[in-house]
């Protein structure tokens, strides 16, 4: 049986011809921050369009004041290439994934191990009070900035922006939950563990009132980029760092309790990410040759009024320092710490330490 | 061994059950009383009462169960190619999938956006980790459709329409439909845009053909890579039809939202039907070679998703809350797919404008002419000879399709709601707005600009909602233009600087491959701006009139 042109298949597989554009195999619309083109730009750039570049029909929708779908005043800083942000993690869904589920088996797996060697039961006394009512406040603290951050990832000029903030944001929902979960579980284990004592300190107790102002400043403030600067350049190194690192992860040993640390770390490690990205960002908004000037204006007074706040916030939670009943490291010798981290954040962007 | 004694049972200890869990976490908000959050995206909706989450999933489960997913998705990746899918794949498939694939990842990311819009809108904590949830699958979704799209264009045979797709997508009128449907998510009244059009009308109802359908059609075309990734986004949605829904049923109580629920839910279905039923019809009857009489057609999915699983058992029973459904709309629309050829209207617009895309269209043959004839009686005889037409149009040196007047085919005006072009000529109209004369396919999709999206609606208030803006008619970015430098200007030119990435055709032969050559000498043009500089009245009048006559396709001999 002879085989016309019709019935004879044509192999769909690459270099089964050779013609113009055979050979084209790599996206070819933007300029990769490398040599090469990394998957995560791949995955990311330019997913969400710009009229400056291939948006040729302009933005379709409007809000009802003539705001477009996206826009760059809904932050003041300003940028001569908002695209040329990369997030330093690189992360798209499937790293992102990868690395969250691998904290959750791990969290899953301190926690079911302390338990199961009865570790709770031989926590301190006070530190389980501790446990209870400041680490059970701070879990709404990560929450705010959760929120804040996932209201934030909406109103970036790119993709890359967005993303990062957006995978921020997961990384702080999933913290506060593990830590509502923690909580929840070793208090099975705790008789008389009073649940609702965390919160009821974050909305009532002096000693988190400034933490809980500072997280309120960051939900409510209107600009996208001020919200994410305040997250990751003020609040965690004067605040978060300092009750996570500065006080639970140093602490809690000398109380019996290995447990704790270990669901904390992976916040730390979230973080250093997390900072990596903003100070990428800041960074190029700082060194913008356009607006640079302008930029570290706006920066240097969100520097001045999330740490004021933030300076108030820590020096308020001093008092915790003192409960627990083995004292292994002071207030003075965390904030020393915190000073330190800021002092190098704020020069490597070039900005006035708060 | 004793039959009780298990290592299960040996290691298990007390937890927290999931409902606990997700109580614990949804108690993580509070009302804050020093700075009030800004409402910045606001609604005209009132939302008094807190709304459910019917899934009570928190994030420890969800995390290890969507990277659970992933392994299976890009392990099925992985064996894909080592089962040689290339060598067997149907090229008419894949190259539909440039269009599919550069237009659906911003709609995916749009919905992450529209995720801060309703977040802080629901009072309560609960439905918050409901749309955290979203907003992370979304994420997935938008970037493992990158990496799709990204391994089709490493391993398919021509790669030309893959390596420009977010350049194309910026620039295609095609992809600007798409941009419709993604940027109706995130802009406008919160509500409206992230709650009813995307989860309790595009998710809920739409996803089923563009996600359930497709995939199936995909399969048989030998591509099981598409299957693999949109089954797996697919079984995310059953949580945002959740949230959707348990968002709606928190303001549904609320007489006074009733009115905008009327509208919304109005404006979602019939832009939905016009877009997604247009692209996702296109590819599914198009994009097959698989003729088998037993499959089911895109009009009897639509009756199967649409019809049965949606208008039926999710719409109608909203009536019992005092909602008036538009029955008319949902029966307009399915007779504008089995009556008046709706697909069939897009495909050949698309065939006829294949010269202004990115991808490739072959003609469709006699086998595909015996399954059209046996599904949807009659079509032979409206579109047979369009397609023999393109197959003898599609050699190079040939006189292009879009502008062959041998071919009968007339060029159609756009529709400045949908932003499909007025493919039922019949139900042609047009409008002024604002003192400006537009022109639209349907009169749901005048209405959908005059009346919807407005300020006000039926003397109420809507300050919150959207307005129409951009250059919305494509052809009037190009107007005066050369075919040719448009071409160029588009980006759709191939490595070599004169071939086009679009082809009529499935030949991969240099010699059979139209260049920038073959398409010189057109001149592109605005059906608007010739419509608009039309005398009101007679003269108007009589272009309506001729307009809604529509067209003979000339036998091709």
């Known amino acids: 049986m002879s085989v016309t042109p019709q019935q004879a298949h044509q192999s769909g597989a690459a270099g089964a011809a050779i013609f113009a554009g055979s050979d084209s195999r790599k996206y070819n619309y933007f300029e990769p921050k490398g040599r090469k083109a990394s998957h995560y730009e791949d995955m990311t750039v330019d997913v969400q369009p710009d009229p400056e570049r291939y948006l040729l029909q302009d933005w379709i929708i409007s809000f009802p004041d003539g705001t477009p779908t996206y826009s760059k005043t809904w932050t003041k800083a300003l940028s001569s290439n908002w695209h040329q942000f990369r997030a330093v993690d690189q992360e798209w869904e499937r790293t992102h994934y990868q690395r969250q589920s691998t904290i959750c088996g791990m969290v899953q797996g301190v926690i079911e191990n302390a338990r199961k060697s009865g570790a709770p039961k031989r926590f301190d006394k006070a530190w389980v009070k501790v446990l209870q009512d400041h680490l059970g406040a701070y879990k709404h603290a990560e929450f705010g900035l959760g929120t804040s951050l996932m209201q934030a990832q909406r109103y970036g000029y790119t993709q890359m922006v967005n993303n990062a903030i957006l995978t921020n944001s997961s990384y702080k929902l999933r913290f506060s939950q593990d830590l509502t979960l923690y909580l929840a579980e070793i208090g099975l284990d705790l008789e008389g563990f009073d649940h609702n004592a965390g919160k009821k300190h974050w909305l009532e107790d002096p000693i988190w009132q400034g933490t809980r102002k500072s997280i309120e400043a960051i939900m409510g403030a209107t600009d996208f980029l001020e919200q994410y600067f305040a997250t990751n350049l003020v609040f965690e190194p004067l605040v978060g760092e300092l009750f996570r690192s500065g006080f639970i992860m140093q602490m809690a040993a000398s109380q019996g309790d290995f447990a704790t640390p270990s669901v904390v770390a992976a916040a730390e490690a979230d973080y250093e990410r997390n900072l990596a990205n903003t100070v990428e960002l800041i960074h190029m908004l700082t060194h913008d040759k356009d607006h640079g000037v302008h930029n570290k204006g706006l920066f240097n007074g969100w520097m001045a009024h999330h740490g004021a706040l933030a300076h108030e916030a820590a020096a308020n939670l001093q008092p915790i320092w003192s409960q627990p009943r083995v004292k292994v490291s002071s207030f003075t010798e965390a904030q020393a710490l915190a000073k330190n981290r800021i002092e190098a954040i704020c020069a490597q962007i070039g900005l006035k330490t708060p | ?557």
Not at chain 2, 263 to 276: E, G, M, P, S, T
């Open chain 2, 1 to 557: 061994m004793s039959e009780t004694l298990t290592l299960n049972k040996i290691v298990s200890q007390k937890g927290i059950s999931t409902a606990e869990a997700a109580n614990r976490v949804s108690d993580l908000g509070w009302t804050p009383s020093y700075v009030q959050e800004a409402m910045t995206f606001p609604t005209d909706y009132k939302i008094s009462k807190v709304p459910r989450d019917p899934m009570k999933q928190v994030l420890r489960s969800y995390f290890p169960m969507q990277e659970e997913k992933d392994n299976r998705v890009y392990g099925a990746l992985d064996a894909a190619l080592r089962g040689d899918m290339f060598r067997n794949v149907e090229p008419r498939w894949v190259e539909w999938m440039k269009l599919f694939l550069a237009i659906i990842p911003f709609p995916e990311i749009s919905a992450a956006r529209s995720m801060a819009m309703v977040g802080r809108l629901a009072p309560g904590e609960e439905l918050r980790t409901g749309f955290t949830m979203q907003m992370v699958d979304e994420f997935r979704h938008s970037t493992i459709q990158m990496n799709l799209k990204k391994w089709y264009m490493e391993n398919y045979i021509d790669p030309a329409g893959f390596d420009i797709t977010e350049a194309a997508f910026g620039k295609c009128y095609a992809t600007t439909i798409g941009r419709q449907f993604a940027e109706g998510f995130l802009t406008g009244d919160a509500i409206t845009a992230a709650n009813i059009y995307l989860t309790v009308v595009a998710e809920t109802a739409f996803t089923n053909t563009l996600f359930v359908a497709m995939p199936s059609e995909a399969a048989r075309n030998g591509d099981y890579a598409l299957p693999t990734v949109f089954l797996s986004v697919q079984s995310d949605e059953s949580r945002h039809i959740g949230n959707g829904h348990s968002m709606l049923m928190a303001m549904i109580h609320d007489p006074s939202n009733h009115q905008l629920l009327e509208r919304d839910l109005k404006y979602a279905f019939w832009q939905n039907h016009a877009i997604v039923d247009a692209a996702i019809g296109t590819f599914i009857e198009y994009g097959t070679t698989n003729r088998d009489k037993n499959k089911e057609s895109y009009a009897e999915l639509w009756h199967r998703w649409i019809y049965e699983d949606y208008y039926r058992t999710y719409m109608l029973p909203l009536e019992k809350y005092g909602i008036k459904i538009h029955h008319d709309d949902v029966a307009a629309a399915w007779d504008r797919i089995v009556k008046k050829n709706y697909v069939h209207k897009t495909a050949q617009f698309f065939t006829v404008g294949w010269s202004f895309n990115f991808w490739r269209i072959e003609a469709q043959t006699e086998k595909d002419f015996e399954w059209f004839e046996h599904k949807y009686p009659g079509w032979y005889a409206e579109f047979g000879d369009f397609w023999k037409w393109h197959a003898k149009l599609s050699v190079p040196g040939e006189k292009n399709i879009a502008f062959n007047g041998d071919v009968g085919y007339v060029y159609p005006h756009r529709c400045w709601s949908c932003m499909v072009p007025c493919l039922i000529r019949e139900d042609f109209c047009c409008d002024e707005v604002d003192g400006k004369m537009y022109t639209y396919c349907s009169e749901g999709c005048r209405w959908t600009h005059k009346v919807a999206f407005a300020a006000e609606y039926e003397g109420r208030a809507t300050p919150a909602m959207g307005r129409f803006s951009g250059r919305r008619e494509w052809e009037e970015c190009y107007h005066g233009w050369d075919h040719a430098d448009a071409m160029v200007d588009l980006g759709f030119v191939r490595s070599d600087g004169k071939t086009l990435v679009p082809q009529p055709h499935l030949r991969f032969e240099q010699k059979d491959m139209w260049t920038l050559d073959h398409i010189r000498g057109n001149t592109l043009g605005s059906p608007l701006r010739s419509f608009r500089a039309l005398k009101a009245g007679t003269e108007r009048d009589a272009a309506i009139a001729e307009y809604r006559k529509g067209f003979k396709i000339n036998p091709c001999n």
